[in-house]
């Protein structure tokens, strides 16, 4: 993600550039560039970067865009307008899948808030990339746009979800020790009769649990214990 760097040119709400700074942490970019701002640094971006002070201060600001894109092998503009003219067309996954497969600095480059990208901004990357959305409400706030390419960026370049398990996984023979239990009282209870299909029907509906804990199949045989004394 290093190679990877977000290009805000001439943000007019310094809120925005703390917004998107904060955007880019989450996701786990730090590469900031702001192309000749309006106001920056300012108060209001440092209220708006909560936990990215880090990528806030080390923004770096270009006088062009041309500027801050010079050294990268591609740039990604984004635009909600259609352009006659453009560059190739991507959506945005489309566009973060492409960047995951280059390994060299690229840049996703981001208009002002009023008016977005010039026709020479935009000529100057080489693709024109579009957040889908609903017609008529196609324009997002800057910082929220930012947020949607850096996620993007994140899931193409193989973000994994934190795990909070703590919990040894069930085994196959803490399964099989389970549906044994489920027959024996399935079949104690005359809910069943001995030999019945049913009993794949339970290995199906287990199967399509990705993991069982082994506390939690402990509880199921607790239960089934509890209701064959009854």
């Known amino acids: 993600m290093s190679d990877i760097r977000i290009v805000l040119c001439r943000p007019s709400h310094p809120g925005n550039i703390g917004a998107a700074a904060r955007a880019m942490k989450t996701m786990g970019l730090s590469d900031l560039r702001l192309v000749a701002p309006e106001r920056a640094p300012a108060p209001q971006d440092e ?16 006088a062009t865009l041309a500027e801050a894109i010079a050294d990268c092998a591609s740039a990604f503009a984004l635009s909600a307008r259609p352009r006659e003219w453009s560059p190739q067309v991507l959506d945005v996954r489309e566009a973060a899948a492409r960047a995951a497969s280059i390994d060299a600095p690229l840049a996703f480059v981001f208009g002002s808030e009023s008016a977005g990208l010039t026709n020479e901004e935009l000529f100057a990357c080489q693709f024109l990339v579009h957040i889908p959305a609903v017609p008529g409400a196609s324009s997002l706030n800057l910082a929220q746009a930012v947020q949607v390419v850096c996620y993007e960026l994140h899931v193409a370049l193989g973000a994994t979800v934190p795990t909070m398990r703590t919990e040894k996984l069930a085994t196959v023979e803490d ?7 489920l027959e024996q009282a399935a079949v104690a209870t ?7 299909r049913l009993r794949d029907r339970w290995r199906r509906l287990f199967s399509r649990v990705p993991a069982l804990e082994r506390e939690e199949v402990n509880i199921l045989r607790g239960l089934l214990k509890a209701l064959m004394k009854k």
């Open 47 to 62: 209220w708006m970067a909560t936990h990215a002070a880090d990528v806030l201060a080390a923004a770096r600001t270009h």
């Open 175 to 181: 399964l099989e020790g389970l549906y044994a239990h």
């Open 190 to 196: 005359e809910f069943m009769a001995p030999g019945s």
